[in-house]
């Protein structure tokens, strides 16, 4: 049964099995999204995440079939993030801005590569850190990020773009083919 | 936040697309229980707002269509001229229609059901 069969089930028939099961499908990309924005507090970030599944389900009528449910769910999630930090006045993402990585080349294995990577990537802006979690470790197109974030689609290019710069030189370190 | 559109034209996919993807790419955070506690605090059905939306708009429709069936009676009965008189042309007839005040309730009670429930009918198989 697909997503938008289980929201018709779970709206007409006000059929809570249907709604968890939509739960269970997209717990981790909703939870994963929510502990990058709040930088790793994963109680933080499960509460949010309860709290953006129970707002879904208050509102689920207003779901269009215009995007796909994981998009319109972070979208929430986003929401609920940016709420909470408001409300909380909990600590606010540093606008640092770190314009070089350093390039020097590298002979780490793929696992060093990869942690290499998560550390550059929290040298990144926010902003930027956002669109690439969104881009690669989430596997939303620009025009899915856009509407998530509530951006422009040039912005989330831009973003996108300015963050595989920054990046750039440590992949093409590892990977001389390239 | 919604910054400056400096570079749009930068293409959705480059030759490190693949690269960034393998990368990056996360393993799924297991649910551990997490569906369970989002179904435990969910509301009850009954205290959806779009239930109590729907109560209200039925109640309503319910009073007014009461009132005006009463109303279209004491007219019908009244020896003042009848409804469909003050209408002209093409909505004659429909006026005709609506001036049984049993036709009247009924188009009301459709109309308030058709608006409480408009989002379930967009969810019915297209024929």
């Known amino acids: ?178 | 936040m919604e910054s400056e559109n400096i570079n749009p034209s930068f293409p959705e996919n480059d030759e490190f697309e693949p690269q960034w993807r393998a990368h990056f790419s996360a393993p799924a955070i297991p649910d551990e229980g997490f569906s369970e506690r989002v179904l435990a605090a969910l509301p009850s059905v009954e205290n959806r707002p779009i239930e109590r939306r729907r109560r209200w708009f039925c109640a309503v429709g319910l009073v007014a269509g009461v009132a005006i069936s009463a109303l279209g009676l004491i007219i019908s009965n009244d020896s003042s001229p009848s409804l469909p008189q003050f209408v002209n042309g093409g909505t004659a007839a429909a006026a005709q229609f609506f001036s049984d005040p049993v036709m009247l309730a009924l188009g009301l009670t459709a109309c308030s059901l058709w608006f409480a429930f408009r989002d379930r009918w967009r969810l019915l198989p297209r024929w």
């Open chain 1, 1 to 178: 049964m697909n997503d938008s069969e289980l929201i018709a089930r779970a709206l007409v028939r006000q059929d809570q099995t249907a709604f968890g099961e939509l739960v269970r499908r997209h717990q981790s990309p909703v939870r994963h999204f929510l502990r990058h924005l709040t930088r790793g507090d994963t109680a933080l970030a499960d509460d949010l995440a309860q709290e953006t599944f129970v707002h879904s389900w208050r509102n689920l009528t207003r779901f269009q079939n215009r995007s796909t449910f994981s998009t319109w769910l972070l979208g929430i999630a986003h929401n609920h993030w940016r709420n909470a930090r408001r409300r909380q006045r909990t600590q606010p993402l540093e606008p640092e801005h770190l314009d070089t990585l350093d390039p020097t080349p590298s002979s780490a294995p793929l696992s060093d590569l990869r942690a290499d990577l998560r550390v550059a990537l929290t040298s990144l802006a926010p902003d930027e850190q956002t669109a690439l979690h969104l881009c690669f470790q989430q596997g939303f197109s620009h025009g899915e990020i856009a509407e998530i974030l509530g951006w422009p689609l040039g912005t989330v290019k831009t973003h996108l773009n300015r963050g595989k710069e920054k990046l750039r030189p440590l992949l093409l370190s590892w990977n001389p083919k390239t």
